[in-house]
């Protein structure tokens, strides 16, 4: 999905990247512990996050994670927005829950990132 | 070509900016995004953990034609048992690590996961080094 669609079907609200909203994403990761996004991210994700700590920035820097969705409406300080505006990373705020965020996106296409690790026996 | 980089502890919002750095160097010397993904996640979990537990650092990030070498010393409480603190899911991190998304016991097997060598050593009450090698061929 093109960055523009995303914050449509989540009538979302643009904070900051707005000349990046033709870049396509293909996968959604919503997790609220970065520990567990710098563990399974592989590919080329929208982020979908309650967690407005400035440490979601670094962590989808080294990542190179293109978009955030703040889920719950919640309103990242000036600082957090600065340092996506830094690093060309489009950020999005939504009401919806992280579950309802989740669940429209995926229904208009946009794919779960997989968890691949061998060592997790389901 | 070593590059160096002090880490303040306690600081979290300044959590991150070595490896930030190193990634951007690495960046300019062309090596592949791959790798460059690689070192980015395992020096980042670190540096996160010599802010948390170990009021901050020194890393020295070493590039030659062969590998990516990254060695973190820090003069924390060290680590009681560095087998344990290897086991996905074991945490001893803060509230405040937490709330800002990491001490999910996720951080050392996930450096290891990602790397092509990881080596613990710790003394308790001196400090821990933690050096890490990527091969590049």
């Known amino acids: 999905m093109k960055i523009h669609e995303i914050i449509n079907v989540l009538k979302g609200e643009l904070i900051c990247g707005e000349d990046f909203l033709n870049e396509e994403i293909d996968y959604g990761y919503s997790c609220d512990l970065m520990s567990d996004v710098l563990a399974y991210v592989q590919n080329n994700v929208l982020l979908l996050t309650g967690l407005i700590h400035p440490q979601v920035i670094r962590t989808a820097e080294m990542l190179d994670i293109r978009a955030i969705v703040i889920v719950r409406g919640k309103k990242p300080s000036d600082e957090l927005i600065e340092m996506a505006r830094i690093r060309e990373i489009v950020l999005v705020r939504t009401k919806h829950s992280l579950f309802t965020a989740s669940g429209v996106l995926f229904e208009n296409g946009l794919l779960g990132e997989e968890i691949t690790h061998d060592d997790i026996q389901v | ?137």
């Open chain 2, 1 to 137: 070509m070593i590059f160096k980089y002090d880490v303040e502890g306690g600081e979290f919002i300044n959590a991150g900016v070595a490896s930030s750095e190193f990634k951007k160097v690495l960046k300019q010397l062309g090596i592949s995004p791959e790798i460059i993904r690689k070192v980015s996640i395992s020096m980042y979990e670190a540096e996160i953990n010599m802010v948390i537990h170990a009021n901050g650092g020194h890393i020295e990030g070493e590039i030659t034609p062969e590998s990516i070498h990254v060695l973190l010393k820090d003069e924390g409480p060290g680590i009681k048992d560095v087998d344990l603190a290897m086991t996905i899911g074991y945490s001893t991190a803060s509230k405040t690590a937490r709330e800002m998304g990491f001490g999910a016991g996720m951080g050392l097997p996930n450096i290891k996961r990602n790397s092509d060598n990881l080596k613990v050593s710790s003394i308790l009450g001196e400090g821990t080094e933690v050096e890490i090698t990527f091969q590049l061929n």
